[in-house]
């Protein structure tokens, strides 16, 4: 495992993908500020612009859960793709290391990437929430630490499925194009979803002076224990999470465990069972 | 002989393609071992197997006596290097750091010896430049530098002169005869290029559709290549004493046949007959080349197929 560790940090460091790692953070970290101080400050109260808050920290951080994966699937392409793509893990597999922990070794090189990255994005939040003319209210609580760890695990059931995705595939450009799909299915799903946990029956007036109703069915409609799962599932989304703006909701932590677990799992069998050419 | 690799009836199945059929081969420690065979014969697989690049569907193999089946197998490949089909080097890093980062593959962390195998491979003054701007001849030098890492006991290579110029073809037959005699490294080694593999193999291996048709020293085969006369004669008795006198080198292959190896005109084989009082029934000259070795093997087994 030492060998494979020492392999893969020394590629890390030596390669661009470090660089790479702190060029997106950085630009990440500028464009969620941006983003989320045009909405903070665009939104008034009371007729006044709304000031710096801790519910700029957590949006920036909900939305670093979205975005950070970007920076993963690159990252995981950039470290791990070209890995197999050049066919290097070859010399690693023939000098007696591990395919186990050749798969380990890169899991925790690209989950130190991220956090890395992670890092440096939560950083320039705080100090940005921090140091603004504007701010009122700026505290570390348990809501945003919270935060930080959900986010946390959603990235790292990210980067389980990325692995998985060029390890089993084992072409680039396939990998990287199946991974950068993930959010976007992410977001389509938690609003299919949405519409599966509407009522079973929509009221909808049918004549408005003689107020008439009628009762639509909801045909997406499930009941019973699918139901429970969906709903559950559905608010582990951070998708969720920022629409409904619900930060306490746990369920993420869950979910993503079990996606890390499964595909981690996954992951292992392909890397022993999978022969690289 | 020690043998250093042995093979024993390996079978290798791709869905219900069977690209190996039960092959055995022993490669002797010290040797440079040529496999020779067509495209798609079964060489790449074999030497996958060997280099634990891939699993064998049946069969057995063991590296300086660790079975394949042992755990241990792992700490043996250390001791291994290899080129499969292509030199595998990262794109992004210099030759230096293409060759420290196997070391640290290998769990070294001297790394004294590289500006020597640098100097090896004649890629000494690439500097910073990255393997991605390497000529494919560079490349192929770079992935033997790799491959020679940690002085290993055992080099497996597979087409290692594909794509390289008549002196890059010079350069490495040169590193590969100077580790084969300094290190003692024992090399597999596998070409398309017929000629080049006799310039230093020790042992041969000729397969074929998945498998051995035959395995022999270079000396025996250098026999059964090299440019002789075949000479059938009434009796050898008297004349063997007349070739010995006039220096010819030959071997006698039955009661009355005689394989020359000497360039010697047929009249002259007929008058030193006449002097001994034998006579020649036929003369036959024999000038085959390895490649027509390996042509008349492949028929010889698809005439019984």
Sequence with gaps: MKCALNSA????????????????????????????????????????PRAIANDFLAYCIAKLAVVIPVAGAVFCTAFTGSDISY????????????????????????VIALVMSSVINLLMFYAFAKFVPQRSYIKINSMITGLVLKSFIICLAYVSLYLLFQYFISRKMLAIIMS???????????????????????????????????????SKYVGGTTREVIDYVYKSSIFYVMDSEDFTCDNSYAVAGSVIALSSALGLVAVNKKEYT | MENVVS??????????????DNVSLEIPKGSIFGLVGRNGAGKTTLMRIITGLSEPTSGSYSISGVSSSNKNILSVRRRMGSIIESPAVFRNLSAYDNLKLQYINLGMTSFDSIPELLELVELKDTGRKTAGKFSLGMRQRLGIAVALCGNPDILILDEPINGLDPQGIIQMREILLKVNREKHTTILISSHIL?????????????????????????????????????????????????????IDYKLEGEDTIDIFTDIAASKIVSLANEAGVEVISINENNESLEGYFMNLVARKEGLA
């Design chain 2, 7 to 20: 093979i024993n009836g390996i079978s290798k199945k791709y869905g219900k393609a069977l690209v190996l």
């Design chain 1, 180 to 218: 950068l799909m993930l959010i976007p299915a992410v977001y389509m799903g938690t609003f299919l979803f949405e519409g599966i946990l509407e009522e079973p029956y929509r009221k909808s007036v049918k004549n408005e002076q003689t107020e008439q109703v009628e009762w639509e069915l909801n």
């Design chain 2, 195 to 247: 000629e080049e593999l006799s310039k230093l193999a020790t042992h041969y291996a000729f397969i074929e559709g998945g498998k051995i048709l035959q395995t022999l020293s270079s000396e025996e085969l250098m026999s059964k290549v090299r440019k002789s006369s075949r000479i059938k004669v009434s009796g050898t008795e008297s004349l063997c004493p007349v070739f010995d006198r006039e220096k």
């Design chain 1, 9 to 48: 940090f020394f590629r890390f460091f030596r390669t661009k993908a470090f660089l790479l790692v702190l060029i997106i953070s950085l630009i990440i970290g500028a464009g969620i500020i941006f983003d989320t101080c045009t909405y903070v400050i665009s939104t008034s109260v009371f007729g006044r």
């Design chain 1, 87 to 110: 066919r290097s893990i070859n010399n690693k597999i023939s000098t007696g290391i591990n395919k186990v922990h050749i798969y380990l070794a890169d899991y925790i090189v690209t």
